[in-house]
């Protein structure tokens, strides 16, 4: 699979920072040493792999992260937010002419998937309801013509072909003209590969770019071959001003190199992936969600934002001196109650956290709202006093209380119980971290 040991490496590095309440600079310094490594390993651009780490690390040491309710959090949103920066931001999406057809150049050397992709490109279209042409311009690989027109037969899409003595230029110009005539919005040539880049395959390329004016220039390459791949897309950049980068075999690459680096070598975006030998396994490439994959996030980002814009840190901050100090009360209770519904409706907020898909069930959790509504109505019919005080509640006050919040005396019972059992466990909590550092004094 693919950005397999990247994923893993990185993860480990990153749990270490994710539960620490204080992150210091010192504790940056050593996650991003093991980035680097981590993304060395992966077969990154060392250049790259220079800049990426040296902008986390000032992102991160910022005074605003590091003061943060959850510092350790917020270099891991750094890295994310870094990470779908090098990798070109947000998505880029295929040309659409506003005269079409719309003509896509399909060029890269030979075994890089070049006709394959062709063909999951044309499949890729057809399901967005466009109608795509395939050209077949690959005139020196005898077996590629032949293979375009099986793919294009069994997708049921129409080839454009001629005989391999054709001039892939000129073959190239006839198939716009027919693909107008038989109203087709896309062309998609699939050109001639070599085994290396050469001067002849790059007049050729250029030749025929002049002849057709495409809207696209998308070269094709195999992930797999890592920093190989990105010396070739940015030859082919430099003579051809592509337009897009597809990356193909990503199912294979484990390492993920070349889709780290790619975009940042060579200011060329990547638009699809491969994924597979099938004619569906192509993927647009969205450079944010491959980060939350690497990272194996879940959404947390959104989650997180969610938090900073809800949750005030001072206000934290207080509630977790009054926890310590044994005096929480049904208020303090109502307020973090607040906090929480503010993020969202609870199973959306539960959602986004990482690894809750994966929980058997979940996705038929109801959480049930009403009960919420309840509690919070139950606690707004106790005397100030009460709120404050909630042992001197006694029987005829849960009566009072329960007729106030119109439910059942067995409700504000529960409530009671479950508030006294908090208590007790945040006693017995903050007794054990006291405990904790007694001991560690003793030794
Ligand atoms: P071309 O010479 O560039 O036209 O390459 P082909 O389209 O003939 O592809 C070469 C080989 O790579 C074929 O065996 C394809 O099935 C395979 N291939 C292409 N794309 C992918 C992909 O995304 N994943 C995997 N696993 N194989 C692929």
Redesign the pocket.
């Known amino acids: 699979m693919a950005f397999e040991g990247l994923a893993e490496r990185l993860q480990a590095t990153l749990k270490k920072l994710r539960g620490k309440g204080k992150v210091t600079e010192a504790d940056v310094k050593e996650a991003m040493r093991e980035v680097r490594l981590a993304l060395l390993e992966a077969d990154v651009n060392f250049k790259v792999v220079k800049d990426f780490v040296n902008r986390v690390k000032e992102r991160a040491v910022d005074q605003e992260v590091m003061k943060s309710l959850t510092p350790g959090q917020q270099v891991i949103k750094v890295v994310n937010d870094e990470l779908t920066q090098l990798m070109g931001g947000s998505q880029s999406k295929l040309a659409q002419s506003h005269r079409p057809p719309t003509v896509v150049m399909m060029v ?11 063909a ?1 490109l044309a499949r890729y279209l057809q399901k967005q309801n466009h109608h795509p042409m395939l050209v077949a311009c ?1 005139v020196y ?1 005898p077996a ?1 013509i032949k ?1 375009l027109q099986v793919l294009g037969e069994q997708l049921n899409v129409p080839v454009f072909a001629k005989g391999e003595n054709d001039r892939p230029v000129s073959i190239a110009q006839e198939a716009v003209t027919k693909a107008k005539e038989e109203h087709c919005d896309y062309v998609l040539i ?1 050109t001639a ?1 070599r085994l290396h880049v050469d001067e002849e395959l790059m007049s050729e390329l250029a030749d025929m770019r002049e002849a057709v004016s495409p809207d696209e220039i998308l070269l ?1 390459v ?1 992930a797999m071959t890592g920093q190989d791949a990105v010396n070739v897309a940015e030859r082919f950049h430099r003579e051809l001003e592509l337009s897009g980068v597809v990356l ?5 690459d484990t390492r993920g190199g070349a889709a780290l680096s790619v975009k940042a070598v060579t200011g060329c975006p990547i638009k699809f ?5 099938k004619v569906d ?2 993927e647009p490439f969205h450079p944010d969600r491959m980060a939350g994959r690497i990272l194996g996030m879940g959404d947390v980002l959104t989650l997180i934002e969610k938090a900073q814009a809800n949750v005030d840190a001072e206000r934290a901050a207080e509630l977790e001196k009054k926890i310590r100090q044994q005096q929480f009360t049904f208020d303090d209770f109502l307020e973090q109650l607040e906090q929480v519904r503010n993020m969202g409706p609870l199973d959306e907020v539960l959602g986004m956290l990482p690894g809750m898909n994966k929980i058997k069930g979940f996705k038929n959790l109801q959480v049930d709202e009403n009960q919420l509504a309840r509690v919070e109505a139950i606690v707004l019919s106790m005397t100030p006093e009460e709120k404050a005080h909630p042992e001197i509640i006694n029987a005829s006050r849960r009566r009072r209380i329960a007729r106030g919040s119109g439910t059942q005396v067995q409700d504000v019972n529960r409530l009671l119980k479950q508030f006294n059992d908090m208590k007790k466990m945040m006693k017995q909590f903050t007794n054990m971290t006291k405990g904790g550092k007694r001991r560690r004094g003793g030794f």
């Open positions: 890269g050397l030979q075994g890089a998937g070049k006709t394959t992709t062709t999951k690959d690989r590629a293979q699939d590969g094709v195999d193909t075999k990503l199912d294979g992936v491969g994924m597979g030998e396994a192509l």
